[in-house]
């Protein structure tokens, strides 16, 4: 038999990928450190414990991302939808789980499959040179021990502790007519071209009243655990630079200098916004600085003021808090494997996704990939036109990890959307014939992401199958 997977950490990631691994027909050890040692946000010894919400979000297959990243697990077998499915709780269109059965389900399945041994104990660092496949889905809480070896092995820059996540936005949401396309000061970079950003510009009257609305919308507050972690400089929140004078977002993310309004050439806007290219595609665009603590609905309705972004679409709502995730496009191959140390592979939160459902399956992945390694097999990497395959591109190497004007890596944790699929027209009239016009057409190209997705999907868990067998 070959040797077992070790997968560190027993949460939905973990879970996911001991489950995959153990249904392959190989042996795995899930190493759990609680309850010998316990975290500050988790309260029991169960596997797969839901430590915030108890929702999955949206269940809607056929115009939401994570809904189509469900179906997709689904159909591949995934254990932790299967427990969602089991325990799911009246929530309309989202999957909401009973949190305890949930967990309880998972931990039992897991304990009574014949080729899975759960290990409870810390893994203080690096595992032993001679556990030749390893999976690390140690999560956002991440122990000291291990976050420092870690740290150690792929460079002190390359590990982050606290995100600092400003908005990203859907291309086709932003208003063509309003802004202009221009790097500060037409100053190319390495990879760009003198017109490497969006630019919003805003009047004197504009920008006050964005400050009023920044100062005055209602912030989310700390959890107890993450009061401790100070603010850097290098990542404080908008609202708390506006807190500090009027004209600081002026003389920092929103200077105007080096831009000219090709609309108005003579007149300098007295504030412009910034937004980068965030992935390859250049479907995603993030608003350059725009870190912050305002709660998610005040943020759309802040951030709609800006000229340009009226009908801004977020595929990502800005954030602030500790979390412990690598620099993925750069450390880990498509296989998410460590350059660095090909044995020790990577899964869950601690990759940069963001979420339940997006850690899980990226657990799946992960042990469908360790699985073929340990069987001697070529691992087949799932269609960037699926939601498993968007994500995964995006962690390895979809993202763009650093800007034009050499600032430093841009790499922060996202949830699944449909900003990171390949682009894909959208049909132009229904079954019927009829025109497809406006918000309908936004919908129709979703449905049209989605068929295509799962229609590829099919086709290659159907591949994996015939090289199983």
């Known amino acids: 038999m070959p040797e077992p997977v070790h997968i560190i950490g027993g949460g939905l990631a973990g879970s996911e990928a001991a489950w995959q691994v153990a249904c392959a027909g190989l042996s795995a050890i899930v190493h759990e450190m609680r309850p010998l040692r316990m975290t500050e946000a988790h309260k029991t010894a169960g596997l797969a414990e839901l430590v915030c919400s108890n929702s999955f979000r949206s269940d809607d297959a056929d115009t939401n991302a994570v809904g189509l990243l469900h179906e997709e697990m689904r159909r591949a077998g995934s254990l932790i939808l299967s427990a969602g499915d089991a325990h799911r709780l009246p929530a309309g269109g989202a999957l909401a789980v ?28 690096l595992p032993p040179p001679d556990w030749t496949n390893v999976i690390i889905a140690t999560g956002p809480l991440t122990s000291p021990a291990l976050a420092t070896a870690i740290q150690r092995l792929t460079g002190e820059a390359e590990l ?78 908008i609202e708390v630079m506006a807190q500090r004078g009027r004209e600081t977002l002026r003389y ?41 603590k305002l709660k998610h609905g005040e943020q759309a309705h802040v951030f709609r003021t800006i000229p340009g972004l009226e009908r801004a679409e977020f595929a990502r709502l800005g954030g602030l808090h500790r979390n412990t995730f690598i620099n993925s496009p ?17 899964a869950g939160q601690i990759t940069g996704c963001e979420g339940y459902v997006e850690s899980a399956a990226i657990g799946l992945l992960a042990g469908r990939a360790a699985a073929a390694q340990a069987k001697g097999t070529r691992w087949r990497l799932p269609p960037e036109t699926t939601a498993l395959g968007a994500l995964l591109a995006h962690i390895t190497g979809g993202h763009l990890s650093a800007d034009t004007e050499g600032e430093s ?15 894909l027209e959208a049909p132009s009239h229904d079954a019927n014939g009829r025109r497809i016009k406006g918000k309908e057409r936004g919908v129709a190209r979703k449905r049209a992401l989605s068929a295509r997705a799962l229609a590829d999907l099919d086709g290659w868990l159907s591949a994996c199958q015939r090289a199983a067998d």
């Open 98 to 125: 009973d949190r305890d059965g949930f967990c309880a389900t998972i931990t039992r399945r897991l304990e009574e499959h014949p080729l899975v041994r759960i290990e409870r104990g810390e893994i203080a660092g």
């Open 160 to 237: 982050a502790f606290f995100d600092a996540i400003a908005p990203i936005v859907h291309l086709h949401s932003i208003d063509p007519t309003l802004t202009w396309r221009q790097s500060r000061y037409d100053k190319a970079g390495p990879a760009g071209t003198g017109s490497d950003y969006i630019n919003c510009p805003m009047t004197r009257l504009e920008y006050e009243a964005f400050i009023d609305s920044l100062l005055a919308a209602e912030k989310i507050s700390f959890k107890e655990w993450e009061a401790s972690t100070p603010y850097f400089d290098g990542c404080l929140p």
């Open 252 to 292: 920092g993310p929103m200077k105007p200098v080096g831009l000219t309004n090709p609309r108005k050439p003579h007149d300098r806007p007295h504030a412009v916004v910034q937004l980068r290219q965030d992935n390859a595609l250049g479907t995603l665009w993030n608003m350059v600085g725009f870190q912050t």
């Open 330 to 346: 750069k450390l880990l191959d498509t296989q998410l494997r460590l350059r660095a140390q090909a044995r020790l592979r990577f």
């Open 409 to 423: 890596p841009s790499f922060q944790p996202m949830n699944v959307n449909f900003g990171l699929f390949p682009e």
